[in-house]
């Protein structure tokens, strides 16, 4: 997920290049995106013009927040026939909850206690639906299903807020969520970083954009649909047609800072899933 105007664009024009993080104190290198990566995401309908693709480390993150590696890219299919008929949208692949299903979360010591609280109140957001799968954190990441860490500062810079990917071919859920250690600064409350969380902890639970089909919705600037992108992008029955701002979903693409609670489709789309 990503604010509205940030300067994610400039990323793609890099070829190399080397940033010192003063918390880790170590270089981290962002490289060039090469063409062939460019081509297979905009074969299965992700937007690398307006959005454009940034390789950190052995993955990209696409469309502001989602994260895929290199094999997962050159597996997706091409889109063809996508329905937009439907508020809320899932992957191919879900959890598997076998009746009920408890996820661990570890949050990282690197941040405030700010962002901790927001990842609190994200875990009750999900816990108070009464859903066939709970969160709980945990103190350690040894056997954690999901591992919060931060994002690298480059990215922070740039505007990311945070990324996730989808959930696994075995039913798993998605087991890092990369999150910008400096919401708070950014004038994010306690429910604009549960938001942010949330929205992270949907991808990994199988969740896509409510707004996939045209990112301009909550993102500005042109119209732009990100594809089924080759996980899917399936309709959740008894959510209504469209998507709109001022309904707030917790799955819009782009964030405004604001805290988006659960609204009433939200909570149809998580309890036809789970």
Request: glycine share 10%; with cysteine.
């Amino acid at each position: 997920m990503k604010k509205l105007n940030l300067f994610v664009a400039l990323t793609v024009l890099l070829s190399v290049f080397f940033v010192a993080c003063e918390q880790e104190e170590e270089t981290t290198v962002i490289q060039e995106v090469s063409s062939e990566v460019l081509a297979a995401l905009e074969s299965a309908g992700f937007d690398v013009t307006d959005q454009p693709p940034i390789k950190f480390e052995e993955s990209y993150i696409v469309e502001g927040d989602i994260l895929l590696t290199y094999k997962q890219i050159f597996n997706l299919a091409k889109t063809e026939g996508v329905s937009v008929n439907s508020k809320q949208y899932s992957t191919n692949n879900l959890v598997a909850t076998n009746g009920g299903r408890n996820i661990t979360v570890f949050v990282s010591s690197r941040f405030n206690t700010a962002t901790v609280a927001g990842v609190d109140l994200a875990i009750q957001r999900y816990n108070d639906e009464n859903l066939e799968i709970t969160f709980q954190r945990v103190n350690s990441s040894g056997n954690a299903d999901i591992s919060i860490t931060r994002l690298n500062f480059f990215l922070e810079f740039f505007g990311v807020l945070g990324s996730a990917g989808f959930p696994t071919a075995s039913g798993d859920p998605f087991n890092a969520i990369s999150l910008n250690g400096r919401l708070s600064n950014l004038g994010f409350d306690t429910g604009g970083i549960a938001t942010i969380v949330s929205h992270e902890m949907g991808h990994c639970i199988g969740f896509r954009h409510t707004d996939y089909f045209d990112r301009s919705i909550s993102c500005g600037d042109a119209t732009d649909n990100e594809g089924d992108g080759g996980v899917g992008a399936n309709l959740i029955p008894g959510t209504p047609s469209g998507a709109t701002l001022s309904d707030a979903s917790w799955m819009l693409a782009c964030s405004d800072g604001s805290d988006r609670p659960f609204n009433t489709d939200d909570q149809t789309a998580l309890d036809f899933l789970y």
